[in-house]
């Protein structure tokens, strides 16, 4: 369960609920603000090296007054060149404070997402696994030293 906040009262919000979604894509937003600080300073591109994880890259795709939209994913060598993976394509929105996944590749090669893809039946079930797809991969980034602030 989540829970949202509404006029100083707590209240579960149901998983794969609209309500869930939103207080899914807020959760997004604090944990991507987390990582990569300001989304509206971020330079064009970016890199974050672990020590315990792959490269994590940040490209921004399009910045907008309110909104701001970029691609997070690790580089794979394979044996076409460099496949970008999972290569989620997110959007922040800046007053709101929400940041949603918009979409995603087929099926994610990083083992630590591979358990999180569920193929969807409804639009809200796409959005749903997407979401908690970002959610999740954004704490494991977190959890092995990802980011993209200043020292």
Known sequence: MFIETVR???RLVKPRSFAGLMALYESNHARLRQLLGDVTNLPLTSVSSSRTDMN???TR???CRYTTSLYMTYQFQSTDGIRQDPNLLLRVYHDARLAEALSCCEQP?????????????????????LNVMLNKWL???L????????A
């Open 56 to 58: 994590l890259h940040v």
């Open 109 to 129: 090669r990083h083992r630590a997402l591979q358990g999180l893809w569920l193929p969807a039946r409804t639009e809200l079930e796409r959005r749903w696994t």
């Open 61 to 63: 795709a399009e910045r």
């Open 8 to 10: 100083h009262q707590i």
């Open 139 to 141: 704490e494991y980034c």
């Open 143 to 150: 959890d092995n030293g990802h980011t993209f602030q200043p």
